[in-house]
Every structure is written in C-alpha cells, then in structure tokens.
C-alpha cells in the first residue's frame, strides 16, 4: 500500500519539472512581446480589452490544470506537434523581425498547440479549447481589414440614426457620414463605425455562452448569431445618444460624453441585450434545450 501511493506524487512532480523549461522559454519569447503591447496597443480604446482577455486565459488555464499533469494516458502526437511548432515559430520569427503584431501575437496559438500535442496528446486540448481560441481575441486587428470595414459601417450607422431621429421628430439631416441636427454637425468617426467594439463585444459574448455551459445547441446558436447584430444596435444606441447629448447640451457635453461614458453605456446596453435574449430563449425552448442535453 504505501509503495502505490508513494508513485503518484513522484509522477505529479516529474509532469510538474517537465513544465519549467516550457514556461521559461515561453516567457523569453513572449514577454517582450506584451510589454510591447502594454505600453503601445493596449494603451489605446480600441485594445484596452486585451488585458481582460490575457487574464480570463490564464484563469481558465489554471481551472483545467490538471490535464497538464499526471500519467499521460493517450499517444501524443509527436510529428504533428513539431510541424505545427515549427510553423508557429516561423510565425513569431516573421512577426517579431518585421513588426507584424498579428503574426507576432497570433503564433502563440500554434506554439501552445504543438507543444499541448507533443507534451500531452489531443486530450489536454480537448480541455483546453475554449482558451486557446479566446487568444483570437488578443490579435489586434489588422489595418487592411478596418480600412475596408469601417466606412461601411460608418455608412449604416449614420442612415440608421438619421431615419431614428427623423421618426422621432428632430430636426436631423444627413450628407455622407455627418449628421446634422439643429445647430450641429456630427461627423460619425472611425471609432463610431463600433468594429472595435463588435470584436471585443464577440469576445464577452463568447465567454458568456462558455461559462453557462448550454446544452442545447439551438440555444447556442441562436446566441452566437446574435453577438454582432447585438454589438452593432448597441453600438447604434450609442451614437444615437451622443448626437442627442450634443442637441440638447452642447458640443462640449457630446465630445465629453464619448469619451467618458460611451464605452460603458455600450458594454451595458449589449449585455442588457443578450441577457434578454437568452431569457427569452431559455423561456421559449426550455423543452428542447431538456430533449438536447440528453
């Protein structure tokens, strides 16, 4: 008896070792990399979530730890683990030399990939899938595709708050992206187009569904479908209130309010929204969410 239970703290701590090295070279290669972002992205409004989203990472690492430890019961995945490490690394190479944040921050990925399927095989990222994709959520943007998706946005942003405050009977006209109301114009900004916004909002919305753990796959569905269109009448309402903030109050109080209270007024208002919509459905599929998760 005391020989069987002297082998699995001997195990436990050989698996814990074994980690070390890892760790140390994650952190040479990575480090500089989130100082860089610390003192450059994640200082502006548009990046401000990718701290949160570093920390939800490793918390929700530390929770499923114990798949990094212990017997490894399963074959690991020797010659795919290499290949994707390597091209993980040739990632961070050509991101790291050339100032590419999206490679450089990306290929942490498919280094965590490999080294989870060289190390413990296909079952630790079974566990672990949940964050390893939430790192998406870290890679800033890449400016071609906000080129190319803000002024859409802009566009249908600026129609659609013109058409609410025309029914609601302001005074309000519209030429391109300025709105014009009383006194007032507007001009709907990059930082109104809510790309950002819808991206980070994704985020919140995919841990959402994470940590409820439904088992219905309707419910699911219908959820993650609703992230963006949420995001973007969200974002609508902001703009909505700021154009009405500057009609009443001023010029003054409008640019004071976008910078103060915009971005949380979004974040509530999305949240208000999603929390109402997953009410309903749970209301009005409690029979096929119980069908489901059997």
């Known amino acids: 008896m005391t020989a069987i239970a002297n082998k699995t703290p001997l195990r436990s701590s050989s698996a814990n070792l074994q980690w070390w090295p890892i760790l140390f070279g994650l952190a040479a290669m990575y480090l500089p990399t989130y100082y860089h972002l610390a003192t450059t992205a994640w200082q502006s409004e548009n990046q401000a979530h990718g701290p949160l989203i570093l920390a939800v990472v490793l918390y ?9 430890v212990g017997e490894i019961r399963c074959r690991v995945n020797s010659i ?16 790291r ?22 190390t413990r095989g296909i079952p630790a990222i079974r566990v672990l899938w949940f964050p390893l994709f ?3 959520f870290m890679i800033p943007l890449p400016g ?7 002024g859409p946005l802009k566009q249908q942003i600026s129609e659609l708050v ?27 900004a990059d930082a109104c187009s809510g790309l950002h916004s819808m991206f980070s909002l994704s985020a919140l919305g995919l841990l959402y569904l994470y940590m409820m753990q439904y ?6 569905a219908l959820l993650i479908a609703s992230i963006l269109p949420i995001a973007f009448i969200a974002n609508t309402v902001r703009v909505v209130i700021l154009v009405l903030v ?14 103060g209270f915009a971005g949380i007024l979004l974040f509530m208002v999305s949240l208000l929204f999603l929390f109402t919509l997953d009410a309903i459905l749970g209301w009005v599929l409690p029979k096929s969410a119980k069908a489901e998760s059997r």
């Open 60 to 68: 929700l690492i530390w929770q499923k730890r114990d798949c990094l």
């Open 80 to 95: 795919s683990g290499w290949l994707l490490l390597l091209f993980g690394l040739l990632l961070y190479v050509l991101g």
């Open 97 to 118: 030399s050339q100032g590419v944040m999206v490679l450089d921050i990306g290929s942490q990925i498919p280094v965590l990939v490999a080294i989870l399927l060289i």
């Open 134 to 136: 939430f790192l998406v």
């Open 144 to 150: 071609m595709l906000v080129d190319v998706v803000t």
């Open 162 to 188: 013109e058409m609410v405050l025309y029914w609601a009977g302001y005074p309000i006209a519209r030429s391109g992206v300025t709105l014009t109301i009383g006194q007032y114009q507007l001009l709907v």
């Open 215 to 220: 088992r219905s796959w309707s419910r699911n």
């Open 246 to 259: 500057t009609y009443y109050l001023g010029d003054e109080a409008g640019q004071g309010f976008i910078h």
